[in-house]
């Protein structure tokens, strides 16, 4: 029994971003050059990344870096400090499953542009791809183009969050504009699009070409499933939480792999070969990441599969990763 489970969740939280932070975490294996990819230009040491939102202000990047991630998305940063929801927001409901409703808390662009500024010197830089997760909650492009313009030269990547299910009711999100605005300041910096859950594959066609038009490079498949979209779920074994008599949060773990594989098959589809995919939602198992893998992606991110599993999923990845690259291999 993990410890940090007998404490509330995000106390238990925010105790393992101290111990990462500290380098109190075992530290991994050195990575072998089997599970090594090229992606967007970049050299990658492993496809195993940390997802948004389990590192809001870019705290710990080398200590994620010692646990054995090949990137980290940190973030979603936002233009200026956020409080996010009222606590409860936070439910860890047992069986792998999460759902959060923490609203985007964060300290803001400039404490997080300083934070990457510091992490650039580390000797952990060069092993660890960074992604930066952007959004603007009120869908402003004017603050997504500050934004850009401060993070982007700091970062690998720039990750455009325009899924995030807690932070309101807003017009659904113009894409190719929001894109457009990031894309705009990104320089060289490619900018990829985090999508939310999305069952009708017409919708997630337009949505993906919009994006692509506007100059995305690629997409992280899947944010969080909100409630009323929970259908796509194949079931949910759990009272989800409520607020005022009203279910709030969007919910992680396991039941989300099927629509995260479905995602990335259909993007994969949509904007070919080339483009990266990224598969997020549900990898619990080097099983469950080997199904993201089939499914067309070219790397994977994981939080509550970490929160349950511990960095021993990690290193479960590597080797499913490193199975289905030999299996790729023709025989001599
Ligand atoms: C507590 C919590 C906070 C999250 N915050 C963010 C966030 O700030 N930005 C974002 O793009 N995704 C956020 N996510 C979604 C994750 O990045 C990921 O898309 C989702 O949890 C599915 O992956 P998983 O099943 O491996 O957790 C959050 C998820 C959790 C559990």
Known sequence: MNPLRLLPPET???LALFAVKNKLV?????DEPQTRLELFGKTFVNPVGLAAGADKNAKALAGWARLGFGFVEAGTVTRFPRQGNPAPRLWRLGDGHIINWMGLPNKGMDHFAARLRDFQSAPERKNLIVGASLASPEN???DLRLLSTAIAPLADYLSLNVSCPNVGAHEASPVRELVRAVVSEAGKTPVLVKLAPEESKDALQKTAEDALNAGAAGFIATNTMPWN???Q???T???WPQKDGAPVGGYSGPLLLDTSCRMVREIRAIAGAAIPVIGCGGVQSGDDAKALFSSGANAVQIYTGLVYKGP???ADIKRAFRALRRQDQPPP
Do not use: S, T, V, Y
């Open 140 to 142: 402003n492009g004017d």
């Open 312 to 314: 021993r999923l990690i």
């Open 26 to 30: 075992p530290a991994a294996a050195q």
């Open 233 to 235: 779920l194949r079931n």
């Open 12 to 14: 238990a939280h925010k």
């Open 229 to 231: 979209k929970r259908g």
């Open 237 to 239: 074994p759990f009272d």
